[in-house]
Structure formats: C-alpha cells, structure tokens
T-cell receptor
Framework: QKEVEQNSGPLSVPEGAIASLNCTYS??????FFWYRQYSGKSPELIMF????GDKEDGRFTAQLNKASQYVSLLIRDSQPSDSATYLC????????????FGRGTSLIVHP | DTGVSQDPRHKITKRGQNVTFRCDPI?????LYWYRQTLGQGPEFLTY????????KSRLLSDRFSAERPKGSFSTLEIQRTEQGDSAMYLC?????????????FGPGTRLTVL
C-alpha cells in the first residue's frame, strides 16, 4: 500500500515566521510531488510541484525534495493569517499510471 | 469561468436512494479524476479517465459506485443504494495529459449527506 504521511497538526506559527510542513512517502518509485492548499469547506488548490532533488522556489513558497530519504517539505516564508489552511502533500505513482496518493494534510494556523 | 465545475454542489438524500454527480473538466484537459474526501483525510482516489476510456476503476469503493465519460468531455459519478457511510465530499479534477509533471485542477466538489 503506497502511503504519504503528514503530521495532522495543527502547526501554529506567528505572523511573519517561516512555516515548515513535512511529508514522507513510501513508494520509492514516485517521481513527482505536489503541494495543495485547502481552506475549510473548499477544494484543494495547487501551490506547486517538484520532481527534482533539491529546492524549488515560487514566491514565498519553497518546496524541498530528498528522494534518498523519501521526504518532501514545503516552507512558507513571511507567513500570513491568510495562509491558515490545510496543506496536502501528494505523490504521483510510479509505473506510468500517474495516480496521485494524498496525505491527510497538515493544518496550519498563522496567528497575528 | 474556465475552471472545473461540478453539479450539484450539495446533495442530501435518504439511505437507499441513487445519486448522480456531474463534472465538467477544463475544456482542453484529457484526464479526469474522481476522489472522495472525508473530514480530516486527504482526497482518496476513486477512478480516472483518459478521454472517454476509464483506465482505472478497481479502486471504486464498491460495486455501488460507477462512473462514465461517454464523449470524453463531462463525466458522471453514480452511487446506487446510498449508505450513511457514503456521506463525504466528492471531488473531480482534470489535468492536461498525464505525465510526471501533470498537475490536476480540482472542482469545487459535491458534498453528499446521506440521512
């Protein structure tokens, strides 16, 4: 069973701080990883994806991938109260089916 | 609006009734996915289509669940003889083509409540 593990949180950070969200995955053959943000009662919206080892930056967001450790993270710099949401990590299956497996999400609370 | 749309947004039904949900993907997207999401969990994959072909359906939750995409455009998800455990958010997503960098875009979801 392919699994994606996330700490459900909540992770509470003060406004302006860096929020660090982590994810591990079991399928060593997974090629691509996605971070989605989901506000309460809404559907997931894509933040960014990463498929190469190392860091990928997009504005205040940085995704980090370490395939040897099967570890993905998302850093949010200068956190804002509007960043308060659940962050979902997804790993794209190996073998060509391209079916993603989602973690249960980490709840982030940014307090003023 | 060029995003993924779903209809209805909310559905309340009685146990034992059949329900059908519709998803209209982004127009140029070939792939269409269905997920179920319950409170505190991530989306759970159900099935997906490449154009009109249903490429994976073994993860539909039971034989009460079925999906179609007859012309490769919109899709429907039907649940027969609904049970209270079917209460959840049903999400549809579409993506352009598959592949390692293929990103999925989600619709607003249909929230099902089975009484």
């Amino acid at each position: 069973q392919k699994e994606v593990e996330q700490n459900s949180g909540p992770l509470s950070v003060p406004e302006g701080a860096i929020a660090s969200l982590n994810c591990t995955y079991s399928d060593r053959g997974s090629q691509s990883f996605f971070w989605y943000r989901q506000y309460s009662g809404k559907s997931p919206e894509l933040i960014m994806f990463i498929y190469s080892n190392g860091d990928k930056e997009d504005g205040r967001f940085t995704a980090q991938l370490n395939k040897a450790s099967q570890y993905v993270s998302l850093l949010i710099r200068d956190s804002q109260p509007s960043d308060s949401a659940t962050y979902l990590c997804a790993a794209l299956a190996s073998g060509g089916s391209y079916i993603p497996t989602f973690g249960r999400g980490t709840s982030l609370i940014v307090h003023p | 609006d060029t995003g993924v749309s779903q209809d209805p947004r909310h559905k309340i039904t009685k146990r034992g009734q059949n329900v059908t949900f519709r998803c209209d993907p982004i127009s140029e997207h070939n792939r269409l996915y269905w997920y179920r999401q319950t409170l505190g969990q991530g989306p759970e994959f159900l099935t997906y289509f490449q154009n009109e072909a249903q490429l994976e359906k073994s993860r539909l939750l039971s034989d009460r669940f079925s999906a179609e995409r007859p012309k490769g455009s919109f899709s429907t998800l039907e649940i027969q003889r609904t049970e209270q455990g079917d209460s959840a958010m049903y999400l549809c997503a579409s993506s352009p083509r598959g592949g390692n960098t293929d990103t999925q875009y989600f619709g607003p979801g249909t929230r099902l409540t089975v009484l």
